[in-house]
């Protein structure tokens, strides 16, 4: 495909110029270029590399509609995969798609979507802020239920919110479905400790049943 030859010439590293352009008309082609290579693991995983997602979620400060709506459009296609996701968000994506879809005038249909691919990687953000899960949304140990959180507001990690001191605030629900090491070892023993069958007695049962059976034919 031509796509894949275009990627094959260093496309994602070649575009981080385009991306830093100060020129919208440029930044609007470039992020329109990153939305449609971006679909491929391999040109997200190249962008990321070469420094490419931290120039590109600066273009959705931009207040040029078009240069915003492409960026928004890169952004969710390029949150298609966890790193590159969890890379936009720590250069401040999340904060800054909040912001615009609480702005009538500058949200899109894409700064939407985008925001909510991006929270399918973080669904700890993602339910307590809009609330619920999609049904491909699947939940792993580490997941935790902290309550409603608004637009923008920071959801604290879990290792903020162990930091913290008791309080009588609502109680925080963690899944948390894996066996720690004592418990496998303690099911380990218990296993090892169980009485185990003989062949011998194991035949001496199926041989008792038989003749059980066959007097109670005759009786």
């Given amino acids: 495909p031509l796509r894949l030859t275009i990627q094959s010439h260093g496309f994602m590293t070649a575009i981080v110029e385009p991306l830093n352009s100060t020129n919208s008309i440029v930044q609007s082609r470039a992020a329109l270029a990153v939305a449609a290579m971006g679909c491929d693991a391999e040109a997200r995983t190249e962008l990321r590399n070469s420094g490419g997602l931290e120039p590109l979620v600066k273009l959705l400060h931009s207040k040029n509609d078009e240069v915003r709506r492409n960026a928004c459009w890169a952004v969710m ?4 995969d966890e790193l590159t996701a969890a890379e936009m968000t720590r250069l401040g994506a999340l904060d800054i ?6 702005s009538i005038g500058r949200k899109n249909n894409f700064s939407e979507a985008a925001l909510e691919k991006i ?3 973080n669904l700890p953000q993602k339910y307590s802020q809009m609330g619920f899960l999609a049904s491909t949304n699947i ?3 580490g997941f935790y239920d902290y309550g409603q959180v608004k637009p923008g507001e920071k959801l604290l990690s879990l290792e903020e919110l162990c930091a913290q001191e008791l309080n009588d605030h ?3 629900i963690l899944i948390n479905a894996k066996l720690s090491e004592l418990e496998h070892q303690a099911i380990s023993i218990s296993v090892e400790e169980k009485p185990q069958e003989t062949t011998a007695s194991r035949i001496g049962v199926s041989a008792s049943n038989i003749r059980k059976s066959s007097r109670n034919k005759f009786v």
């Fill in 139 to 141: 939940i792993l140990d």
């Fill in 77 to 80: 296609v390029c949150a298609s």
């Fill in 170 to 172: 609502r109680a925080i």
């Fill in 97 to 102: 798609l909040d912001e615009i879809n609480l």
């Fill in 119 to 121: 929270l399918d990687h």
